[in-house]
């Protein structure tokens, strides 16, 4: 019986295919663009093990049913050099994380912690996690992941069968462990909020300012068994958080993230804010609803006939259509809905209130972090590789932009 052979195509029959699914797949984006009624956009930057520099740009955007969409726009070549370690150390500014890394007795610790793991390194038994400079959560989960496995290191670096005498050293000490609990206890919820946060679906900047404000106003707050070290910790994140956020600011109240929420049915009431803020939040949406079209179209208007026209009687006036104001009002006294995404809520709930619907499906579009422009060099990490770091920068553009928008690609038969 003869066996069937198929030929591996060429690598012009491989790039001619990548590019006119490309620019396929591109032409339907901007189809989808197009009827978007607004798009934010995430940048970031980016340097191959060739030493070169590309940036990439995400657009966010809803759609009719109130779907997130996160697709890449592009991934570019650029002749000015971004190195990860400022990008990294912009990033740890933005989270108020190195402050508390770079308290004395946290820096010798988890100095030790590294050592610790590091001669752990070729085990197959222990799972330990070394921590990346450039990424504070993973400090955390080392200091976590030591902790719950504290017995079993302790057990083998005392073991004269397994350990020789000089690594002894390495091991902490009971008070360093205890500092190494403390550790994993405080930075907890942060790892926690930017897992959270770093999603590109049904989360937007709306969710930013609750977090900061129960941060602060709850978990950073000092407990009668705190230890010292816990107690300087939360002081030294409280204090970081308020400097870089301004909880207590007029501008924060008229910001972008807190208009977020209160177009966010979760937490419209903002009861997190004093009164007086909350008024500019609200006097800030007013002046957004009063840029809206008098006729807001709705995902029932296509699917209506239009009715035939009736005479009407001498009598009768003509009433006018919801104001700004009623608009507004009516949405504020709605009552609170704490279990249901924004995105899914007003999906329902749109043609109740067209107008400020009309401005939450540009502002829930905002990402909350930049992050999906971050992913797509996880990818170009596996495209630009040792052995492949000589691609043009139009294919690598065409293969990142297949790779990310999968969503409407489909694979032809080799």
């Not at 930013?208 to 068994?225: A, D, E, R």
């Not at 937490?267 to 807001?296: A, C, I, N, W």
Request: glycine share 2%; hydrophobic share 40%.
């Amino acid at each position: 019986m003869a066996e069937e052979f198929r030929m591996v195509p060429t690598r012009p029959t491989v790039r001619a295919r990548v590019e006119k699914r490309y620019a396929d797949e591109r032409s339907n984006l901007i189809s989808r663009l197009e009827k978007a009624t607004s798009v934010s956009l995430t940048t970031d930057t980016w340097t191959s093990n060739s030493t070169e520099s590309f940036i990439t740009v995400t657009a966010h955007y809803l759609d009719a049913e109130w779907i997130l969409h996160s697709d890449v726009l592009m991934t570019r070549a650029m002749p000015e050099r971004h190195t990860a370690e400022n990008i990294a150390s912009r990033l740890q500014e933005c989270l108020c994380i190195k402050p508390v890394l770079e308290l004395p007795s946290v820096s010798k610790v988890l100095g030790k912690c590294r050592k610790l793991v590091g001669h752990f390194k070729h085990s197959t038994t222990l799972a330990l996690i070394q921590d990346v400079p450039t990424r504070w959560n993973s400090t955390q989960l080392m200091c976590s992941r030591l902790e719950k496995l504290r017995r079993v290191v302790t057990d083998i670096m005392l073991d004269d069968d397994v350990t020789k005498k000089a690594d002894r050293d390495l091991l902490l000490r009971d008070g360093e462990w205890g500092i190494v609990a403390d550790i994993s206890t405080v930075l907890g919820p942060f790892t926690h909020v930017t897992t959270f946060m770093s999603k590109d679906k049904d989360v937007s900047i709306g969710e930013m300012f609750p977090i900061v404000y129960s941060l602060v106003g709850t978990v950073l707050q000092p407990c009668n068994n705190d230890t010292a070290l816990v107690a300087s910790m939360k002081t030294t994140l409280r204090d970081e958080m308020t400097e870089r956020f301004q909880p207590g600011r007029d501008e924060t109240a008229e910001s972008l993230p807190m208009l977020a929420s209160l177009l966010d049915p979760r937490y419209k009431k903002l009861s997190f804010l004093p009164r007086q803020l909350r008024r500019r939040t609200h006097t800030m949406l007013e002046g957004r609803l009063d840029d809206v079209p008098l006729k807001v179209s709705s995902r029932d208007d296509g699917d209506c006939a239009t009715p035939a026209k009736r005479p009407r009687l001498e009598f009768m006036v003509t009433f006018p259509e919801s104001s700004v104001e009623d608009d507004l009002q009516l949405y504020l006294a709605e009552k609170m809905d704490d279990a249901t995404p924004a995105l899914k809520w007003w999906r329902r709930n749109e043609n109740r209130f067209p107008k400020v619907a009309h401005v939450a499906r540009s502002v829930l579009a905002v990402p909350a972090t930049s992050v999906p422009s971050e992913c797509v060099f996880s990818s170009a990490g596996l495209v630009l590789n040792k052995l492949r770091n000589r691609l043009n920068s139009d294919i690598v553009d065409a293969i990142l932009f297949l790779n990310k928008n999968m969503r409407s690609v489909k694979c032809d038969t080799v």
